[in-house]
């Protein structure tokens, strides 16, 4: 049946209900067939059942719209005559609401997102139908609160059937949330001390200055091991970019944020590197990390700031509550409401303070530079990190997202109004976002972000992406690969969807994985799958494999796409489609044990490169980097 008989259907079915009830099922199990049923987890339709998952994305431009929408207003709700953004001015010029869970947008962090997308899903599909009550099926604690708090807006009647709860094992994931939101703040302030001291013992801060230096602010990941291991620092998150600015003469200050992964596992390895490149500054630029600023001092300031948070939480939440009764998103408020308390005086706000005592001492020991780059994710640290770069008088900054942009990926998109506010606590912005192809290009327009805000560059992550493009000679048994999520919920997720295809099938393949460099896991529960570890670079490694498999949530999977190997991505079952591929009709999204058996069982293996330009901008001559840094091109 086609989309639209589909929804005439559906139409007929709700306006022939005597009742005009409407159930929402939140359940795995199947729904009954006699009521107009919206099924509140998976992606197919049937007679009587409408997905909201596909409902999102037949309006997805405008429920991304509106939730942008809602974020600024929620920032803007008055209590006690001043708005949530000024209840959280930390420092004069800054509201640590930009650096809440909230403001960030990030679904990779916070779970409430696609639920609240759903919420507004819903609140269009109440609209169209105009039921008179709604009967929802569920066990979850919190989406009763929401789509009750929602009925009554609309002024619709609302039951519930709460679906029984089947006992599970505890594990220590499970005693972690149990925790107290409050309680979890010095615990994290305990734990990250902990980490991250020895990262003091890199104590030199020898600068450079003038018009001929440049400062980056990286992540000290994606690192060429081999290189780095002998001193010779390289990145394939800028790749040449570095040797370019030292041939032109130009010396660069590097800071980094320090993660633990299989290439630097500790911090020993990430300190003695740091000192090697250190060695020979002049050639390799001079390179510290965040972490290295960290004092006692600095403990004692985030302490007393974190106290000051719980101080305001307290004085404004049960009346914020009182507040959001009188705002139509307050539907929205129930899934919000724990990244609130996280944000205001839990773990998240513990971080973020640790963060802004950091850069304010880092951004404010370097000498005056003319330009700053930094690797964009429009993380909440990045807030911070402006906010310090503008207050110390730097000069021009630049973001560089390094990856593709996705379309669910919200945090790289605001409301217009942040976009043009003069207010003394506006959302700290880059002067400049750096876009690497026609695809972060096209993608932002859409979105109705400012395109005088972008300039267009080199993508630098993707400069040798067709550097080992070759095919392999043709063999009974294909080389499968498997790529790691940084998420480990969902790498977890993939492996089991693939351990369950039939040993017929998958007998055909040897099997490799590679996991995310921030997120190693273990594959010893896939005892159907005889998997092997493998490490080095992507384009290395995709020299050597037939057919690749990755979540929907990784980056990564946009370099086999575009050499030509066949690409699976599975996509959350109950979620939406958050790949970098979204809408590529060349690639085989799955959802389900079905969908990848019949998928393995009728692949295409005929290799057919993708045109780079329809997603990145390749030069290795980097002319658009040049003119944006404005090098002589001599």
């Not at 099997?511 to 159907?528: C, L, M, R, V």
Request: aromatic content about 14%.
């Amino acid at each position: 049946m086609s989309g639209r008989k589909t929804y005439e259907r559906f139409d007929a079915i709700v306006m022939n209900l005597a009742t005009k009830t409407i159930l929402i099922w939140d359940s795995e199990s199947e729904p009954p067939k006699d009521i107009f049923v919206v099924n509140w987890r998976g992606n197919s339709n049937s007679d009587n059942v409408y997905s909201i998952t596909k409902t999102i994305e037949d309006n997805s431009d405008s429920l991304r719209e509106q939730y942008l929408r809602h974020i600024y207003d929620i920032g803007n709700v008055k209590v006690n005559n001043k708005s949530l953004i000024e209840h959280l001015e930390i420092e004069r010029g800054f509201s640590l609401w930009w650096m809440s869970l909230l403001a960030e947008k990030n679904y990779l962090k916070s779970k409430s997102i696609f639920n609240c997308i759903r919420l507004l899903a819903l609140r269009g599909l109440f609209l169209k139908f105009k039921p008179k009550s709604i009967l929802l099926v569920s066990a979850d604690s919190i989406l009763p609160v929401a789509i009750h708090s929602l009925c009554d807006s609309l002024n619709i009647s609302f039951s519930l059937n709460k679906k029984d709860i089947t006992s599970q094992k505890w594990s220590l994931k499970k005693i972690r949330k149990k925790i107290p939101v409050l309680l979890k703040a010095p615990m994290f302030l305990i734990y990250y001390t902990f980490k991250r001291w020895p990262l003091r013992r890199i104590k030199s801060n020898y600068w450079f200055s003038g018009k001929n230096s440049i400062f980056i602010f990286s992540y000290f990941i994606h690192l060429n091991k081999e290189s780095c291991s002998k001193g010779n620092f390289f990145s394939h998150q800028w790749e040449t970019l570095p040797k370019l600015l030292l041939s032109k003469g130009i010396n660069v200050n590097w800071i980094h944020h320090f993660l633990f992964s299989p290439v630097v596992p500790n911090t020993s390895t990430g300190i003695k590197w740091i000192k090697s490149f250190n060695k020979e500054s002049n050639n390799q630029g001079f390179h510290q990390f965040l972490d290295s600023f960290l004092s006692f001092k600095i403990i004692i300031i985030v302490l007393i700031r974190w106290f000051k948070c719980v101080y305001i939480s307290g004085s404004i939440n049960k009346k914020l509550n009182r507040q959001l009764i009188k705002y139509p998103i307050k539907y929205l408020w129930p899934f919000l409401k724990e990244d609130w308390k996280r944000s205001i005086y839990g773990d998240v706000v513990m971080e973020n303070l640790i963060w802004l005592s950091l850069f304010d001492k880092a951004i404010g020991s370097i000498p005056n530079q003319k330009i700053g780059l930094y690797l964009c994710e429009n993380q909440g640290w990045e807030r911070a990190f402006i906010h310090y770069w503008k207050k110390y008088k730097h000069g021009e900054l630049i973001a560089v997202p390094h990856s593709v942009i996705r379309y669910w990926d919200l945090r790289y998109f605001n409301d217009p109004k942040v976009w043009i506010s003069n207010h003394t606590l506006a959302q700290p912005l880059p002067n400049k976002i750096a876009l690497n192809g026609e695809s972060a290009w096209s993608t932002y327009k859409n979105a109705n972000q400012p395109m005088d805000r972008m300039v267009k560059v080199e993508a630098l992550r993707y400069i040798n992406i067709f550097n080992k493009k070759g095919k392999r000679k043709k063999s009974i048994t294909k080389n499968l690969l498997i790529l790691g999520d940084y998420d480990r919920e969902m790498t977890a997720r993939g492996l089991h969807l693939i351990n369950s295809i039939d040993k017929s099938i998958i007998l055909k393949y040897k099997i490799f994985f590679k996991s995310h460099p921030a997120t190693p896991i273990t594959i010893e529960p896939y005892n159907n799958l005889e998997i092997n570890i493998i490490n080095g670079s992507l384009s290395e490694i995709l020299t050597n494999m037939d057919i690749v498999v990755s979540t929907s949530s990784t980056a990564s999977v946009i370099e086999p796409f575009l050499v030509g190997l066949p690409t699976v991505v599975i996509v959350d079952y109950d979620n939406l489609n958050t790949s970098p591929l979204r809408g590529e009709s060349k690639v085989n999204f799955v959802r389900s044990f079905g969908d990848v058996q019949k998928i393995f069982k009728n692949i295409n293996f005929k290799n057919d490169s993708y045109k780079s330009n329809n997603y990145f901008w390749i030069n290795k001559e980097l002319p658009r980097w040049k003119k944006i840094l404005k090098l002589n091109t001599d």
